[in-house]
């Protein structure tokens, strides 16, 4: 396993991070197999876990603390908050009211008096970088979280921050969370250099593409991963841009091959070779999902294999841009675009 440092912090965290999105119902998964899932991880050097008051409505952070009891120090913990938590209107976003009592909540479901790494995990275009970035900075004078930072937000909203953090005097994000992968490059357009420019942590999530790729998902196969049961739309070989995926899965299956390296191994060291990214998290379901993740850590691809995968997805582009999940309000609501 590799370590690098965390943004400008000074915590060492491992290249691989074990993302728990898919602890509990969303990836049908027993406490007993999420224990086995993180004491392989911790055994095999992983030392950050991320999850998410979302993650199955808490459950996820409810098993996070069973199975880091006892052994919380040598963990850096993070989670996150801003969607929804029920039906509430004021039990989401980024307020003051919101984040105080929701922390609290996820400090309860974990078990722990703190987090390292508290995280935004949306830009709320209602609430203000300053009503935010206060309320962050008071829970952190607390002792209730160590760090704060962002996820999925667009780059000039990472700008926007940073600035709001320096003319109020506040503590400032030190870390973003986007997407990134082979077949999702457009971050390396603007938030990238953003991140490098500020000095910012990067962890990014889906670096196998919702299983793209891991391998299983071939042309003239049944595709019957777990994300799929749920986002069937997301892989839908007759979309156009599913379509573009899958041609390029098979590019990328060849060179792999030809390097000697399998496609998991392909894509984590894609992703962990660029400078800008700390740490790539990845979600086992099950104990093989993590072994076969495990064997990508210490990967290094060649200049060789990093420029034929520029030949098969250019930089900076997204073959299915309209899951970023960071696209500005106004161009998803015809409502904010009118008077």
């Known amino acids: 396993m590799q370590y690098r440092t965390l943004g400008r912090t000074g915590v060492q965290v491992s290249s691989l991070a074990l993302g728990a999105m898919n602890f509990g119902k969303i990836g049908r998964t027993t406490q007993d197999e999420v224990t086995a899932i993180v004491d392989a991880a911790l055994e095999g050097g992983i030392n950050v876990i991320d999850t998410a008051d979302a993650y199955s409505g808490g459950e996820s952070e409810e098993m996070v603390g069973k199975a880091i009891a006892g052994r919380r120090d040598d963990i850096v913990l993070a989670t996150k908050a801003s969607l929804p938590m029920g039906d509430e209107r004021n039990h989401q976003g980024s307020s003051r009211r919101w984040l105080v009592t929701e ?19 949306r830009w709320d275009p209602s609430t203000s970088d300053e009503e935010t970035l206060s309320a962050l900075t008071d829970l952190q004078r607390a002792g209730k979280i160590r760090y704060f930072g962002s996820s999925t937000f667009p780059a000039y909203r990472i700008v926007q921050a940073q600035w709001a953090a320096r003319e109020h005097r506040l503590g400032r994000y030190v870390t973003e969370q986007p997407s990134y992968s082979i077949l999702q490059r457009g971050i390396e357009t603007h938030v990238l250099p953003v991140t490098e420019e500020y000095g910012l942590g990067v962890l990014v999530w889906s670096p196998l593409a919702s299983g793209w790729l891991s391998g299983a998902i071939r042309e003239g ?32 299956v060849k060179l792999a091959d030809e390097a000697g390296l399998t496609m998991i191994q392909l894509a984590l060291g894609f992703v962990t070779a660029h400078p800008a990214v700390t740490s790539a998290l990845i979600g086992p379901r099950t104990l093989d999902h993590l072994r076969s993740q495990l064997a990508a850590a210490d990967t290094v691809l060649s200049a060789d294999v990093l420029d034929a995968i520029d030949t098969i997805v250019a930089p900076g582009v997204d073959l299915a841009a309209h899951e970023k999940n960071d696209t500005p309000p106004a161009l998803l609501d015809p409502a904010l675009r009118r008077r």
């Open 103 to 121: 922390l609290d909540n996820s400090l309860r479901r974990l078990g722990v008096d703190h987090v390292d790494l508290y995280q935004i995990h």
């Open 221 to 252: 196969r049944e595709i019957t991963s777990n994300r799929s049961a749920f986002m069937p739309q997301r892989f839908d070989t007759t979309v156009p841009s599913n379509r573009a995926r899958l041609d390029a899965v098979e590019r990328l």
